[in-house]
């Protein structure tokens, strides 16, 4: 990941338009480049949303970002990349990233909710010809899942390049939006017997499970113990 | 959550259709109901994704099951959900969610994956006018997020009901995707030195963090206690 401090030419917001400003709880927008930079880093799986035969298809995918730019990749047979590259002036999406941090746990059922931090991204996705541009969209995505690991790992062949499709997203369009703090109770619900508070989710992951046909004292890499 | 058994006039399994059937690894693809009622049950979040001015908007959120209905909910004041109380015949909607369960290391960058457990439902979302059938999908959001919860937490006001606005979705065009198992790397690159294996996802919850305006002597539940 690169570029994550804005420049000269980079504003350190994005500009909000009609779609990326919400109509309920403007107060938990932002549009903070680095902010939403750090949402997007933190994650690997996003939902990207197209329309096809005027119906909305979201798909889950994998996603990597290289300074303003998301990355998403497919086999060529998959179909929004088949529709992206179909598409001469590319394939209108939006690629979101959620992450929940807590369960809100209110006296009242209303006021229920979680913590959670997203990015809403909206533009037109263009299908990556340039195999420089390509390769390290490919290192992106997988550095995205776990960090520093493209360089540890067999780097694609011309022909596994040619079986995928890698579309590109500026982020240009984009909004976060942030929901963070305690319970947001009614005073006249504060008595109530109900238990109130977070959850917080469990992040991290368990212990790595090594593949049975590893090379003979392969040792778990540095940045693998350390998660 | 009910009806998780397929009775008589249920099929086993959803019939798939031209958009439920993936393009690519269909072997990964299941239409067995009580599959997809497990991955929708086991989550709260969901990517909803609907088409604005011919574009896609795809936005997370909290989402309950009723037997063989999804009901989303939000402010009446929400886009999505005004829009479908102002479409007479329903707003198109595709409904996604996602379970990440591990991520998968393989020695060549290309056969990088995750396994993971999606549900993608296609259909048209109505606005719930009945009330009983709107506290009833309450009440499933809210046991979605915690099951239990919804008994001990003070019921919505007919304020708060009047204030919220609930779609449903019919469980009809639905599949699931899965990814399970281990890395599948090339039988050439079996003897490269890279570590390869599986990184599983820490599940679960953190110590619950108690509301400071607690009252006094409220214990925490044995619903929360066994998370």
Redesign the interface.
């Known amino acids: 990941m690169q570029g994550t401090e804005p420049t000269p030419s980079q504003p350190a917001a994005y500009a909000p338009t009609d779609?990326t400003v919400?109509?309920?709880s403007p107060g938990r927008a932002s549009y903070d480049r680095q902010t939403v930079h750090a949402i997007l880093d933190e994650g690997?799986?996003c939902?990207?949303?197209?329309?096809?035969d005027?119906?909305?298809?979201?798909?889950?995918t994998?996603y990597g970002r290289v300074g303003e730019r998301l990355y998403v990749h497919?086999?060529t047979?998959?179909?929004p990349l088949?529709m992206t590259g179909r598409t001469d002036p590319g394939l209108?999406?939006?690629?979101?990233v959620?992450h929940?941090d807590?369960?809100v746990?209110?006296?009242?059922?209303?006021h229920?909710s979680?913590n959670?931090r997203?990015v809403?991204v909206?533009g037109v996705a263009h299908d990556v010809t340039d195999p420089e541009e390509k390769r390290r969209a490919?290192?992106a995505?997988?550095d995205h899942?776990?960090p520093g690991?493209?360089r540890?790992?067999?780097?694609?062949?011309r022909k596994?390049l040619a079986a995928?499709a890698v579309i590109r997203l500026d982020l240009d369009e984009v909004s976060a939006k942030l929901r963070t703090g305690?319970?947001n109770?009614e005073p006249e619900?504060?008595?109530?017997?109900?238990?109130?508070?977070?959850?917080?989710?469990?992040?991290?992951?368990?212990?790595?499970?090594?593949?049975?046909?590893?090379?003979p004292g392969?040792?778990?890499?540095d940045y693998?113990a350390a998660?």
């Open positions: 779609r919400p109509t309920r690997y799986v939902h990207l949303g197209f329309v096809r005027g119906a909305p298809v979201v798909l889950p994998l497919g086999s047979g998959s179909r088949r209108p999406v939006c690629l979101t959620t929940v807590a369960l746990l209110a006296r009242s059922a209303f229920h979680v959670y997203s809403v909206h490919l290192d995505l997988v899942v776990v690991r493209s540890d790992s067999r780097p694609a062949s596994e995928t305690g319970v109770d619900d504060l008595a109530l017997p109900h238990w109130a508070g977070l959850l917080p989710l469990r992040k991290g992951y368990d212990a790595p499970v090594a593949d049975p046909g590893l090379a392969t040792p778990l890499p693998l998660r």
